[in-house]
């Protein structure tokens, strides 16, 4: 998945109540419930066809007309709270903003070249039958979730940082068995907030590439690095690292590990981009674990698989109250998807951690990866979930 | 209507565009139903300036192989291109491939055509040969025919890119050869029939089905789709832009001093990419528009207008450019690639699905490029490094050939790098 939570310090958090957005359609008939609005946006006009609607689910059909790039907004009564939004709507392209809007009044804010403080109108949603129920603590379950989340990734990088220094350590001294038992260990706690180490361009390619991955001449560092030369049997005519470049090696993965930490102390979250972060770590399962990839020398992949699936069951868990009012259903299902899968896992855990990938049976890793289908797809749904 | 003369089609696909379109409106006219008339043909002339299938409206289909040379004598080489040359001429025009035809020889010899597309026309078929850099040297540097010193500077083993997990089974080469045609069973009979004149001489490598072509190669086709659902080389290179045609796709004479016999030929970059379709299919869609740049609904780059607006990669959007910096779109445009353009014939394809119950699909890519050092490999680094596409594909084939020029009359197909 593209790297989602990179931007996460930079972006206020989006409320929630917010929106979806998606390519304008065909109204299909909507407009006759007076719930369709269409937007018209030029470079100093903001034609809105109706001021007034019922509450319940209103449809902006925006339309940029003008030159540049423009943005849409429905702000709250006091003109700041950011009741729903649509960005990135290109000269001659069209956005639809779908709103969950309870009755009052709002402002409509179109924003060309996304300078100033937009071109305002007033908006007002009238009572209906189909008022969207509203709860007080809607704000509050945000920002547990978005607390919880931050402190998951900050404890998950401080013993990410510990298990590091005492795999490079056995590493460097020789201590070889003792570092392959680690390996995996400590990895786990990379893997469980992978989509947030990911997010930064350049430590990912330092610490996590695969030998795959690599273009002809480039410099091959980190994790697999090392695994090759703990578990060289596959390799052909491999050369054993010498004690210096072992070192090398691993004080550079040390270092980067370092960094890494200390830039998680400074993220920020959004509810979407904790959905994101937990749909893209069953996306790296499906993609590199399910498939034995990851860990070509070492066959640790199931470490790495349950990691990534802790990960996001921890993002779902934390979103799930949100959830549990927006869209019931989903909930249970991702609970139940979640354990199914988990049952799967646990039936291959062993006394020191995880059956080797290479020891699984075709019909075991079928299991696991149809699992791993039947929880994504109910996934791919939370972000618009909790954004609803 | 019987088909168009082929002769009047030397010189390759630009003429061929118009008088095919013209073949099939003369259809129309005398079907009463307004359907296109079952005898609406559509023929290509094998032998010209350049090979056929290279600046051809791209067809719907596609058999791709790759052939491994197993003999070691120049001279059944040479016999085996003339074969091919007969044979292909042939069925270009909707003939048998061999001059007896399915059904008509002797009783007790297999027929020397196949038959399984008796009943068919010619179907748009064209069949383009292509040099793989093995039949030069083998792997140990050997000259294998006497060819090594006109093997061409940048034919040679593509390099590892990232994300490449190559199978060996579905790469490489000594000769390729590529069928298009408007109907699978036209292009697999054409393969089937070449394969089976060679054994002896060649082997089948491997060979890869196309359907759903995924690129345009005339301003008269519309956009196709790949199997992400988006339109697909909306700005590569078009039969009609000649300029671009000389400048981006035929190798000029002079433009490599021991491989002369190539002017008027071209490259075959073939990559057969996998993508994730699973995965991919649970991407939003405004990730995925992000992903590569433009609009699922009409292909309009994400800074706005319509599919063949040219993007704004400055155009400001709300958290950096509206087309991202790492969109695809964005990575493989001349504007960032020293000018390059390709002219891509690419296909979808669906080999059924892998031991996980994926599907085992994908793109098979096939471009057409001047040089494959500055119209190829510096893009495809920049790809795998920078697109965030990447995150969905798997290269698993890889392969590059020299297209020869075309042929005249009484000519074998590469009959230059023997002369």
């Excluded at chain 1, 909930?331 to 199914?340: G, I, N, Q, S, V």
């Excluded at chain 2, 007969?86 to 297999?110: C, F, H, K, V, W």
């Excluded at chain 2, 609904?297 to 790492?326: K, N, Q, R």
Aim: hydrophobic content about 35%.
């Amino acid at each position: 998945m593209r790297k989602p939570l990179l931007v996460a310090a930079l972006l206020v958090t989006t409320p929630f109540f917010a929106a979806c957005t998606e390519n304008a359609k065909d109204d299909g008939g909507k407009s006759a419930d007076g719930r369709s609005v269409s937007v018209t946006s030029t470079d100093d006009e903001c034609k809105v066809s109706t001021a007034k609607v019922p509450a319940g689910t209103v449809t902006f059909n925006v339309t940029n007309d003008g030159s540049q790039v423009t943005e849409f907004y429905l702000l709250g009564d006091d003109g700041l709270r950011i009741v729903a939004e649509v960005e990135n709507v290109g000269p001659q392209l069209s956005r639809q903003l779908v709103v969950n809007a309870p009755a009052g009044t709002y402002f409509t804010a179109c924003k060309p070249g996304m300078k100033g403080d937009g071109i305002r109108a007033d908006f007002t949603v009238t009572k209906s039958g189909d008022e969207p129920t509203v709860s007080a603590d809607d704000q509050q379950l945000v920002d547990t979730a978005l607390a919880n989340y931050s402190a998951y990734v900050q404890d998950q990088s401080d013993q990410l940082v510990a298990k590091t220094q005492e795999f490079v350590k056995l590493y460097k001294a020789g201590d070889d068995d003792a570092a392959r038992t680690l390996y995996p260990e400590a990895r786990t706690h990379w893997e469980r907030i992978e989509t947030v180490a990911e997010s930064f361009g350049d430590l990912d390619p330092k610490t996590d590439a695969r030998e795959a991955d690599l273009e002809p001449g480039e410099k091959w560092t980190g994790w697999h690095r090392i695994e090759k030369d703990l578990w060289p049997e596959l390799a052909k005519n491999y050369t054993p690292l010498t004690p210096q470049q072992r070192a090398t090696y691993a004080d550079d993965l040390m270092k980067n590990i370092t960094t890494l930490d200390t830039r998680v102390q400074g993220l920020d979250y959004t509810v979407d981009q904790i959905a994101n972060g937990s749909r893209g770590l069953l996306e790296e399962v499906a993609s590199g674990k399910v498939t034995g990839e990851e860990e070509y020398w070492s066959h640790t992949d199931l470490w790495d698989f349950q990691a990534n699936v802790d990960g996001a069951r921890v993002g779902f868990e934390g979103l799930k109250p949100i959830v549990e009012q927006t869209n019931p259903a989903l909930a249970k299902t991702l609970t139940t998807r979640f354990a199914d899968l988990q049952k799967l896992l646990d039936a291959q855990k062993t006394a020191t951690g995880f059956t080797f990938y290479d020891d699984l049976t075709p019909d075991e890793v079928q299991d696991l990866a149809n699992a791993v289908n039947a929880l994504s797809e109910p996934l791919s749904q939370l972000t618009a979930a909790v954004l609803s | 209507m019987t088909g168009v003369s082929r002769r009047g089609l030397v010189g390759g696909g630009v003429a061929a565009a118009g008088l095919a379109a013209g073949a099939y409106a003369a259809g129309r006219s005398t079907a009463a139903d307004g359907a296109p008339h079952p005898d609406a043909r559509v023929e290509y002339a094998f032998r010209g300036a350049h090979q056929a299938g290279i600046t051809t409206p791209a067809q719907d289909r596609l058999h791709f192989a790759a052939f491994d040379v197993t003999t070691d004598s120049r001279d059944e080489l040479i016999a085996l291109l003339t074969a091919w040359t007969a044979a292909a001429d042939r069925m270009t025009r909707g003939l048998p491939a061999g001059e007896i035809g399915p059904t008509q020889g002797s009783i007790n010899l297999p027929p020397d055509d196949t038959g399984e597309a008796i009943g068919l026309d010619a179907g748009g078929l064209t069949i383009t040969f292509g040099f793989g850099p093995t039949l030069f040297r083998d792997d140990d540097g050997k000259d294998r025919f006497g060819l090594a010193d006109r093997q061409p500077k940048a034919l040679r083993t593509l390099p590892h890119f990232p994300a490449d997990v190559l199978d060996p089974d579905k790469s490489y080469g000594d000769l390729c050869v590529q069928a298009c045609a408007d109907d699978p069973q036209v292009a697999v009979h054409a393969i089937r029939n070449l394969a089976r004149i060679g054994f002896g001489t060649v082997a089948v490598r491997w060979s890869q089905l196309g359907f759903g072509r995924t690129s345009t190669t005339s301003t008269a086709q519309s956009t196709p789709r790949n199997l992400f659902g988006f339109k697909d080389g909306t700005a590569n290179i078009k039969s009609q832009e000649k300029k671009d045609v000389e400048k981006h796709v035929w190798v000029a004479p002079g433009a490599d001093a021991q491989a002369d016999w190539l002017a008027g030929g071209s490259y075959l970059v073939a990559r057969r990419i996998n993508m994730h379709i699973e995965i991919w299919d649970r991407q939003s869609l405004g990730d995925q528009e992000d992903f590569i740049g433009r609009t699922k609904d009409t292909g309009a780059p994400l800074s706005g207008g319509t599919e063949f607006t040219e993007p704004d990669f400055d155009m400001p959007g709300s958290t950096g450019p509206v087309i991202a910096e790492d969109a695809h779109v964005r990575l493989v445009h001349p504007d960032f690639n020293n000018g390059a353009r390709m002219l891509r014939r690419g296909y979808n394809f669906v080999d059924g699905s892998n031991p996980l119950g994926g599907l085992d699909a994908g793109l098979f890519f096939i471009a057409y490029v001047t040089d494959p050092d500055t119209h190829f490999i510096p893009i495809q680094n920049t790809m795998a490094k920078h697109d965030a596409m990447m995150e969905y594909l798997k290269v698993t084939g890889s392969a590059l050939f020299a297209v020869p020029p075309g042929i005249g009359p009484g000519e074998y197909v590469g009959q230059s790098l023997f002369a």
